[in-house]
């Protein structure tokens, strides 16, 4: 008996320790192409599970005919360095890293990219900027 409770309370910190590098757990909105919003612009989330598996996905409403697109695909669970998402209704890959607070879009190797369509609509004279949004709840 004693054994079974040793493994038991063994495992239970072993899951425990291994979610405490998660930065959130639950829901959270983004935007990282500060510019890109509008008529039909697909409504991003992520939404971190309890045991650690990591979904992303997108909701977007056609403003002409009111017909919703969504889609959320398990992405696996947490990386800090990088993610890999694909979206299949729209044959859609990037890469990206967060934290708590702010969500990156990447390369493969987790290198933040800079592009002009990531300059805030509040800054138009900026170029090459950091292509990063804030997590909303």
């Known amino acids: 008996m004693k054994k079974l ?25 983004f935007n990282i192409e500060d510019g890109a919003n509008g008529s039909g612009t ?9 045991n650690g ?6 909701i977007q409403i056609n403003q002409a005919d009111g017909t919703e697109t969504k889609e959320e695909i398990n992405a696996g669970k947490y990386d800090p360095k990088v993610m ?13 890293k967060f934290d708590k ?3 990156y879009l990447t390369d493969e190797n987790g290198k933040v990219k ?11 004279e900026k170029t ?10």
């Open 5 to 29: 409770l040793f493994l038991f309370f063994f495992l239970l910190s072993l899951f425990s320790l291994a979610q405490s590098k998660v930065p959130f757990f639950g829901k959270r909105d």
């Open 53 to 58: 598996d990591v979904y992303f996905g997108f």
């Open 42 to 50: 697909p409504g991003y989330y992520i939404n971190i599970k309890d």
């Open 128 to 137: 090459n900027c950091e292509c990063s949004g804030i997590l909303y709840q």
């Open 84 to 96: 890999k998402v694909y979206f299949k209704t729209y044959n859609e890959t990037f890469y990206v």
């Open 114 to 124: 800079k592009s002009d369509d990531c300059c805030p609509v509040s800054e138009i």
């Open 101 to 103: 607070e702010r969500i």
